[in-house]
């Protein structure tokens, strides 16, 4: 057998003990850093699976959401949603807002987008549906001037509890602080079945509730199948927003707290020491 080269074998070795430490430590790139084959794409008005006018993309290792291919917005709202539905989880996202917000976007939809959480098969969706029935885990970039959250919770057909009280407005603000300009925010979002979900902005818990559920409004043109009022949201798909204003993603990670459900214990274990990273 031929002996193999000293630099190659270092090399491999390397590559062996980095990807066995990211399993280790439990982390799943959602996002790979150089192409969406694991996403699935929803616009209103185009039917799943059309990346109308190349909305979403990969350029320099980022997930990009680009309007420079449309002539109007034109309510033309959109999600990727990640191949896999999860149910317990800690969600991780890099972001930030760039540059204007395209022709014919609402002036609410100005550094707007969001995660969405527990969100329906994008395959259930039909063409004209403006959001998913889901909870948005809300992004806002600040405008240079007034305070301005982020991390805020917003309710597409669904609802939540605050303080074991039913939340009936739309979109509730968090307590944390405005991110002006074009710099990166890292937001995580730890969610729990349908017991408890927590918003974190930059280590910093700014929201919590509870008991989501499908019901309520805000949501246009759904099949009314799949909007089954009072069901508990135990689980469901992940999607990025397009509100009509550029976002890029550097990172989109997920750590899958599945195995820890049924053992609070071990659960609360797994959860200081990433609450530590």
């Known amino acids: 057998m031929k002996s193999i080269p000293l630099k190659i074998a270092v ?13 280790q430590k439990g982390w799943t790139n959602l996002f790979n850093g150089k192409d969406l084959k694991d996403w699935t794409v929803k616009i209103s008005k185009h039917e799943v699976g059309d990346n109308y006018a190349n909305t979403f993309r990969v350029e320099n290792g980022m997930m990009k959401v680009s309007y420079d291919g449309y002539q109007d917005f ?9 191949k896999t539905p999860y149910s317990y989880y800690l969600l991780k996202v890099e972001y930030r807002f760039v540059g204007d ?31 998913p029935i889901s909870i948005e885990a809300q992004l806002l970039g600040g405008d240079g001037k007034a305070e301005r959250h982020t991390g805020n919770v917003c309710t597409p057909g669904t609802t939540i509890e605050i ?24 937001a995580e979002f730890l969610v729990l079945g349908d017991s408890i979900i927590k918003h974190i902005i930059n280590k910093d818990t700014v929201l919590v509730y509870t008991k989501p559920k499908i019901g309520g409004g805000n949501v246009s043109n759904f099949d009314p199948k799949v909007k089954q009022d009072g069901k508990a949201l135990t689980g469901g798909y992940i999607s990025l927003q397009s509100e009509s204003h550029p976002i890029e993603f550097r990172k989109v990670a997920l750590f899958d707290l ?9 659960l609360d274990k797994v959860l200081a020491k990433l609450k530590d990273e």
Not at 75 to 82: D, L, R, T, V
């Open 163 to 186: 303080d074991d009280k039913l939340f009936t407005t739309h979109c509730l603000d968090s307590k944390s602080k405005t991110y002006h300009g074009e710099q990166w925010v890292t």
């Open 11 to 23: 090399l491999a070795a390397a590559l062996f003990f980095s990807a066995t430490a990211q399993a």
């Open 101 to 131: 917000q395209v022709k014919g976007g609402e002036g609410w939809a100005t550094r707007n987008s969001g995660a969405m959480l527990h969100g329906q098969d994008p395959k259930t969706m039909l063409k004209d549906q403006d959001f």
């Open 74 to 82: 034109d309510k033309q709202y959109g999600h990727i949603f990640y």
């Open 258 to 266: 599945a195995p820890y459900a049924n053992d609070k214990k071990k």
